[in-house]
């Protein structure tokens, strides 16, 4: 009987992902209740800094493993773990710096589109406790025949070089 698994997938290597499997470069080691954005948020030595902004109240990390160039993580300052929990001031923030970040990924990357939004909780795909909004380009036709075929992502930039563009270009924020 045929399994149900995508094909090629125990045969693909990642090789910018082998530190973060090794525990290297960003896979900090978390005694229990510790929070890897709060450990970011302190700018802990320990976790790798790609941090992209900040203001009083959050700051726009990019995700060490993105979906596509540009995908990034507007996080509060403050450690809350359910949206129900931010103040007024932090939702006002949240989302205000999420959309200059998204009219800044417009400029640079020229998606098609994007994917907005945030996990609560393991159950809804959360993976980690601190509430966060993801920032996803998207493109026409950008789910390729190896994402099908191996559950894998071939991205077209690497994460330095995204980190790099990004801060480049954060003061174009002030403009918006």
């Known amino acids: 009987m045929k399994e149900d698994r995508p094909l090629f997938t125990q045969h693909l290597h990642v090789p910018w992902?082998?530190?973060?499997?090794?525990?290297?470069?960003g896979k900090p080691k978390l005694k229990a209740g510790e929070c890897v954005f709060?450990?970011?948020v302190d700018r802990d030595p320990d976790v790798v800094s790609n941090e992209v902004y900040r203001n009083d109240v959050a700051l726009v990390a990019l995700n060490l493993?993105?979906?596509?160039?540009?995908?990034c993580l507007v996080i509060p300052l403050s450690h809350k773990e359910h949206f129900s929990e931010l103040t007024e001031?932090?939702?006002?923030?949240?989302?205000?710096l999420?959309?200059?970040?998204?009219?800044l990924l417009e400029e640079l990357y020229h998606p098609h589109g994007f994917?907005?939004?945030?996990?609560?909780?393991?159950?809804?795909g959360a993976s980690i406790d601190?509430?966060?909004?993801q920032i996803v380009p998207r493109y026409n036709?950008?789910?390729?025949?190896?994402?099908?075929?191996?559950?894998?992502r071939i991205l077209v930039e690497n994460v330095d070089e995204t980190l790099e563009k990004l801060r480049k270009n954060v003061y174009k924020l002030k403009d918006y």
């Not at 001031?89 to 205000?96: D, H, K, L, S, Y």
């Not at 994917?115 to 809804?124: L, T």
């Open 17 to 25: 992902k082998n530190a973060y499997v090794q525990n290297r470069n």
């Open 38 to 40: 709060c450990k970011l």
């Open 65 to 71: 493993y993105p979906y596509n160039p540009g995908h």
């Open 89 to 96: 001031e932090e939702i006002f923030n949240v989302f205000r």
């Open 98 to 103: 999420a959309q200059k970040f998204v009219r």
């Open 115 to 124: 994917n907005i939004g945030f996990n609560e909780g393991n159950a809804a």
């Open 130 to 133: 601190h509430f966060h909004i």
């Open 141 to 152: 036709g950008d789910i390729g025949f190896m994402e099908i075929l191996s559950g894998s």
